[in-house]
């Protein structure tokens, strides 16, 4: 069965840097583009970033551009998400997702997700 674990979330101050990771299990995903959103309390799942299946291809929401960089390595079915410059704003409830084509997508045309990494900024 397919399946996709996210780590790396913590607690940092603002001005620093995570890199989450998502590994996934059960089955290749390299031809699926994978995603990142975030989901902070009160609020519903929004798009961060995602990457096409051959890593040649991303997309960026506006306010996390410039300083979130998202890749892939397939031999190792994982995808990270390079997080720095971080702001308080941008913590939330960070998820991985995978989808057969290319393009900026909401939540519910995602057919796969993991369980969620906590990501914390300090101000």
């Known amino acids: 069965q397919a399946q996709l674990v996210e780590s790396g979330g913590g607690l940092v101050q603002a001005g620093g840097s995570l890199r989450l990771s998502c590994a996934a299990s059960?089955?290749?995903?390299?031809?699926?583009?994978r995603g990142w959103f975030r989901q902070a309390p009160g609020k519903g799942r929004e798009f961060v970033a995602a990457?096409?299946?051959?890593?040649?291809?991303?997309e960026y929401a506006d306010s996390v551009k410039d300083r979130f960089t998202i890749s892939r390595d397939n031999a190792k079915n994982v995808v990270y998400l390079q997080m720095d410059s971080l702001k308080p704003e941008d913590t939330a409830v960070y998820y991985c997702g995978a989808r057969p084509t290319f393009g900026r997508f909401g939540p519910d045309e995602y057919s796969y997700w993991g369980q969620g990494t906590q990501v914390t900024v300090s101000s």
């Open positions: 059960g089955r290749t995903f390299s031809s699926y583009t």
């Open positions: 990457v096409s299946g051959t890593g040649s291809t991303t």
